[in-house]
């Protein structure tokens, strides 16, 4: 087990406005805040999502896939660490819709999603 223990914490909290790219938001903002180490926590609702799902037996990602309805976020929480001494941003979220056949909930890792509220 690898362990860290911090005596400071920054806390940054916001809104991101609608039509921002989730991954993409919070990756600009970790460049322009200096951040090179945090969690991700969120709610809320995307127009759409594109979520991918880790084959651990074949040991790499499987393709994407793009949901074009709206869902709300029931679930998002991730990290940025430094990967080539740049910001990186790894997010996992469950999200729910509405379908003909009543509500669905999907999850995975969060590739893209345009922000609805």
């Known amino acids: ?50 979520l991918m799902e880790y084959d651990q037996h074949h040991q790499r990602y499987r393709e994407a896939r793009r949901i074009e309805a709206p869902c709300e976020i029931l679930s998002l929480a991730g990290n940025v660490s430094l990967k080539e001494s740049e910001p990186f941003v790894h997010l996992h979220a469950t999200v729910s819709r509405e379908t003909e056949a009543g509500i669905e909930v999907l999850g995975g890792h969060l590739v893209d999603g345009s922000v609805f509220a």
């Open 1 to 50: 087990m690898i362990v860290f223990e911090s005596h400071s914490v920054r806390r940054l909290v916001g809104r991101l406005a609608r039509e921002e790219r989730v991954p993409e938001a919070f990756r600009i903002l970790a460049v322009d805040r200096r951040v090179s180490t945090g969690w991700i926590s969120a709610l809320g609702a995307l127009e759409w999502v594109e």
